[in-house]
């Protein structure tokens, strides 16, 4: 289970997975990093929220390590709207259903054989 949250989380196609600069920085700020390569799934529903400790909502996981889980929702509101704000994404399943079906159209996508130009 704990795998499975941490692929939804990160092995999707919204995330992005960017490579260091040849002296070994990263283009975006921390915390910029973290809203383009997390996702987050379920984020109201309770159960969950609960079984996986918060872990669904990555977003404010990544971004607010030291705060309780159950704060997460309140915390959300305000990163979304901050993000939107800024231009930046915020990366969100409303269902875990959904989110494993586009993870599961991301490793479709992965393992197909490249195209020749």
């Given at each position: 289970?704990?795998?499975?949250v941490?692929?939804?989380?990160?092995v999707?196609?919204?995330?992005?997975?960017?490579?260091?600069e040849?002296?070994?920085?990263?283009?975006n700020?921390w915390?910029i990093?973290?809203?383009?390569?997390?996702?987050?799934?379920?984020?109201?529903n309770?159960?969950v929220n609960?079984?996986t400790g918060g872990?669904?909502h990555q977003?404010e996981?990544?971004i607010f390590?030291?705060?309780?889980?159950?704060?997460y929702?309140k915390?959300?509101?305000i990163?979304?709207?901050?993000?939107a704000e800024c231009n930046?994404p915020?990366?969100?399943?409303?269902?875990?259903?959904?989110?494993i079906?586009?993870?599961?159209?991301?490793?479709?996508e992965l393992?197909?054989k490249?195209?020749?130009a």
């Amino acid at each position: 289970i704990l795998s499975i949250v941490f692929q939804l989380a990160h092995v999707m196609d919204e995330a992005e997975m960017p490579m260091p600069e040849i002296d070994g920085t990263m283009k975006n700020t921390w915390a910029i990093h973290q809203l383009k390569t997390t996702v987050n799934f379920s984020p109201k529903n309770r159960l969950v929220n609960w079984f996986t400790g918060g872990l669904n909502h990555q977003v404010e996981h990544h971004i607010f390590p030291n705060i309780s889980h159950v704060h997460y929702n309140k915390i959300a509101e305000i990163v979304k709207q901050t993000a939107a704000e800024c231009n930046l994404p915020y990366h969100e399943f409303k269902t875990t259903r959904s989110a494993i079906a586009s993870h599961f159209k991301h490793l479709r996508e992965l393992g197909r054989k490249p195209q020749l130009a």
